[in-house]
């Protein structure tokens, strides 16, 4: 069964989503961050990626992140840990901490990923925070809190 996704040109399936996010993402790195006049179905389908993260429920947040991850070069890997995988460790952590655990404990390439992501204490409640840091092999190196680096 194919996974749909809305997004403001229309129904696209994930895996359609995840390629267009890809290549709309390492063209804006390549432009510096402007706009690489991408047609609009991969822009849109980009948008409709970040939404699911952002505002979507967090199994299917996980399911285009972790679809990304696995599709993505050992080159690649790094630049979407530090973006999607960060987001999403962030906004769906504390509830998909069971997943992020099992996946890490199978998938060294996920496990190398998930060490890419920078967290401060305070991101996530501190058992949470302690799991994620365990599932990346104590890779993660959580900063102090925001507020701290603010004063």
Do not use: Q
Not at 44 to 66: M, Q, S, T
Not at 80 to 96: I, K, M, T, Y
Not at 110 to 119: H, I, Q, S, Y
């Amino acid at each position: 069964m194919t996974t749909i996704i809305n997004t403001r040109v229309g129904p696209l399936a994930r895996h359609t989503v995840v390629e267009a996010y890809r290549s709309f993402r390492k063209r804006l790195a390549e432009n510096d961050g402007t706009n690489p006049d991408a047609d609009s179905s991969e822009e849109a389908a980009h948008d409709a990626f970040e939404d699911v993260i952002r505002n979507g429920p967090a199994l299917a947040a996980w399911r285009l992140v972790l679809e990304l991850l696995r599709t993505s070069s050992d080159d690649d890997l790094g630049f979407f840990a530090a973006g999607p995988l960060e987001d999403l460790v962030h906004r769906h952590g504390a509830e998909l901490i069971g997943e992020i655990e099992a996946e890490a404990s199978r998938d060294s390439r996920f496990r190398w990923a998930l060490g890419c992501v920078w967290l401060s204490r305070g991101d996530l409640p501190d058992d949470i925070l302690a799991r994620v840091v365990r599932a990346s092999g104590d890779e993660i190196k959580p900063l102090p809190p925001l507020t701290d680096l603010e004063a």
